[in-house]
Every structure is written in structure tokens, then in C-alpha cells.
């Protein structure tokens, strides 16, 4: 009886060291990180619609630490357009379901409209890359804060400047004269 058991005693110790070396190691790969984008510097050019005599192009680039100004006219639209370092924006573009630029400005100075159709994602969400801004009456001074928001899994019809990770976020001086 026990030459017979021994075999099994055998077997059954090395089947269960195989078991548990083998259950203890980590095959499985972890799910990728997506990280924020790395963005230190943002351009924002402002182009008048019309082609009204005196009125040019606005364009202020921000970078960490600066406040940079913005010189508008009175009851304008403009042709809003950003770009960021190292063309980032292409990138936007391809993962447009993951981000959303964000604009925030006192209503008595700025309108911001998005409603420019090839800037929405394939969910029929704003972008905000190309925005349309509309200035309001002279002699205003205040601030334009853009906030692009990477919001992967997290962009919806209700997403708002709360949700996300902040990738980057610039504040314009904006002068109305």
C-alpha cells in the first residue's frame, strides 16, 4: 500500500508546485495609459469675416507665464483658429472624440459661438479648434481663457470645462477698440 501511494503523493506535490508557479505569473498585458498631451504654448488667431477697411487679424500666442493681448474691434465676427506647438492639433483632430476646447469670456465683451460644421467629431460633438467669436462694443477690456480638455471616454453632450484632464489652458487679454 504504500509503494502505491507514494507515486500519487509525488504527483500530486509536483502538480501543485507547477500550479502555483505558473498561476503567480503576469501574462497579461496592462491596457495602455493615455496620456494628456504635453502643450506649452497655444496660438489664437483671430481673422474678421468681413473685409471691412481697418479691421485685421488678431494673433497672441501664450506660453507659461505670459499673458498675452489680443487687440479687437467693435462689433466684429471673427474667424477664431488655434494652433499649438508641434502642430498638436493635427493629433486633436484624429482623437477629436477625446477633446473639447473650451471658451470662457465675460458675455459684455465676447460672444463665443462654435458653429463652424467640420469642427465636430464624428458623435456631432464641438471640437472648438476653428470657433467663430463675435466682439462686443468699444472700450471693453477682459479676459478670454481657451482650455482644451482631453475627456477620453468622458466627452458627451452635457461635457462641460469640469470634465477631463486640462491639457492646456491660456488666458487672452482682450482689448475692444
Do not use: W
Not at 505569473?25 to 469675416?49: K, Y
Not at 507659461?64 to 474667424?79: E, F, I
Request: glycine content about 6%; proline content about 5%; some cysteine.
Amino acid at each position: 500500500m504504500k509503494k502505491l501511494f507514494k507515486p500519487y503523493l509525488t504527483a500530486f506535490f509536483l502538480g501543485a508546485l507547477l500550479f502555483s508557479i505558473t498561476s503567480c505569473s503576469d501574462d497579461d498585458d496592462p491596457a495602455p495609459v493615455e496620456e494628456g498631451e504635453n502643450i506649452t504654448s497655444m496660438t489664437l488667431t483671430l481673422e474678421p469675416v468681413s473685409t471691412t477697411k481697418g479691421i485685421s487679424t488678431a494673433t497672441a500666442t501664450f506660453t507659461a507665464g505670459n499673458t498675452p493681448t489680443l487687440q479687437l474691434a467693435p462689433n466684429t465676427q471673427y474667424n477664431a483658429t488655434i494652433t499649438f506647438n508641434d502642430n498638436i492639433q493635427d493629433e486633436i483632430r484624429a482623437e477629436a472624440e477625446d477633446h473639447e476646447i473650451f471658451f470662457s469670456a465675460p458675455e459684455d465683451v465676447l460672444e463665443v459661438q462654435k458653429i463652424i460644421p467640420d469642427d465636430f467629431d464624428a458623435n456631432g460633438r464641438p471640437v472648438g479648434l476653428m470657433t467663430r467669436v463675435f466682439t462686443g462694443n468699444a472700450d471693453k477690456t477682459g479676459t478670454l481663457t481657451v482650455t482644451l480638455k482631453h475627456q477620453e471616454g468622458l466627452k458627451d453632450d452635457d461635457s462641460d470645462v469640469s470634465v477631463g484632464e486640462t491639457d492646456i489652458e491660456a488666458t487672452f487679454n482682450v482689448n475692444i477698440q
